[in-house]
């Protein structure tokens, strides 16, 4: 029996009163959008954080946003995340995207969002939500991205792009997850639940991350 293995360098401390499987998807959907967030001081209390799509990355979005202090504004196109995001996730407000009047309601009123849409879009209403200087940060995977010069231009706004982060910010997010006691929504599947899981993630059809249980697969 071996008491002690060697690692390359890509692992992370996990705390011990930090379950495992919550702890499973956070180098994923966790640290997508904790990075947006940390290098663009988006963890300074009083803030303004909107967030596009309440899925596995927009809820995360939400908690984190939370831990922060930040006002959260959560936009998605159905009313039925509504109770979800102000309910169960404190978010500040929820605005239904084809709303004209409820996205006027909101024109320059954010710092920073964080667009966890897959689906197609448009993005220059979301554009006018944000104050001068704003940012909009893509970590969605939309397949083509359309706005007019004027979004940009109008109020120094700045649109980019990121999918990940590094091994700082990752160890940093755990750590702040365990000690705020944030965690991503998972479902604890056995290995031989995969296939069928595959097709849930197809249908959308899971809230809001599959984990599989290895030890108790192995038995």
């Known amino acids: 029996m071996y008491d002690h293995l060697r690692v390359p360098k890509y692992c992370f401390r996990i705390p011990e009163s930090y379950p495992l499987a919550l702890a499973a998807p956070l180098p994923y959907a966790g640290i997508t959008v904790y990075t947006q967030m940390v290098r663009h001081k988006m963890s300074q209390p009083g803030k303004s954080l909107g967030i596009i799509g309440?899925?596995?990355?927009?809820?995360?979005a939400?908690?984190?946003?939370k831990a922060f202090g930040l006002k959260v504004?959560?936009?998605s196109t159905s009313n039925s995340k509504k109770e979800e995001?102000?309910?169960l996730l404190s978010a500040d407000h929820f605005v239904i995207s084809s709303d004209q009047e409820q996205m006027k309601a909101m024109a320059k009123s954010l710092d920073f969002?964080?667009?966890?849409?897959s689906a197609a879009h448009l993005f220059d209403p979301y554009m006018s939500l944000l104050k001068t200087g704003g940012v909009l940060a893509l970590v969605g995977?939309?397949?083509e991205i359309t706005f007019s010069a004027a979004s940009l231009n109008l109020g120094m706004k700045t649109v980019l792009g990121s999918a990940?982060?590094?091994?700082?910010?990752?160890q940093e997010m755990i750590d702040l997850c365990a000690a705020q006691h944030?965690?991503?929504?998972i479902e604890v599947i056995p290995i031989d639940y995969a296939n069928e899981a595959l097709e849930g993630l197809i249908k959308r059809d899971v809230k809001y991350r599959f984990v599989i249980n290895i030890e108790n697969s192995l038995k």
Do not use: R
């Not at 969002?113 to 849409?117: C, H, L, Y």
């Not at 990940?164 to 990752?170: E, P």
């Not at 944030?182 to 929504?185: M, N, W």
């Open 62 to 65: 939400i908690k984190l946003g």
């Open 73 to 75: 504004a959560v936009f």
């Open 164 to 170: 990940t982060g590094g091994m700082k910010y990752i």
């Open 141 to 143: 995977s939309q397949s």
């Open 85 to 87: 995001a102000l309910s």
């Open 113 to 117: 969002i964080i667009d966890t849409a």
């Open 54 to 60: 309440l899925g596995g990355l927009g809820h995360m």
């Open 182 to 185: 944030i965690h991503q929504e």
